[in-house]
């Protein structure tokens, strides 16, 4: 079986692929900015954490918070676990489209 090659990143990409897999409620909720800006604050956690590679499933918490606080600090807006937890799934699931992980 051919190994599946593996594709860049592409932001704008990313934030299509998370739109269409969202439910409609959210879609009419999150534009393409405010998800690139999740996407950025998850981001910069991930940064402040170091190596992303020692990123532990306990840490989610502690992202969905820094996503949350930093949205309603910066006035973006306020959004709950549950919409950040969906939108981080979508670009993990991005991301394993394009076998960014192998």
Excluded: R, W
Excluded at 15 to 25: A, C, E, G, M, T
Excluded at 57 to 82: H, P
């Amino acid at each position: 079986m051919a190994k599946k090659e593996q594709l860049q990143y592409d932001e704008e990409e990313s934030v299509k692929f998370i739109q269409n897999h969202l439910p409609q409620d959210l879609k009419e909720k999150f534009n393409d900015d405010d998800i690139l800006y999740l996407l950025d604050l998850a981001e910069e956690f991930y940064e402040s954490k170091g190596d992303i590679d020692s990123f532990e499933d306990e840490d989610e918490d502690e992202l969905v918070t820094y996503i949350i606080k930093n949205a309603k600090e910066d006035g973006v807006g306020s959004f709950s676990a549950e919409d950040i937890l969906l939108i981080l799934d979508g670009e993990l699931e991005y991301c394993e489209s394009i076998n960014l992980f192998e």
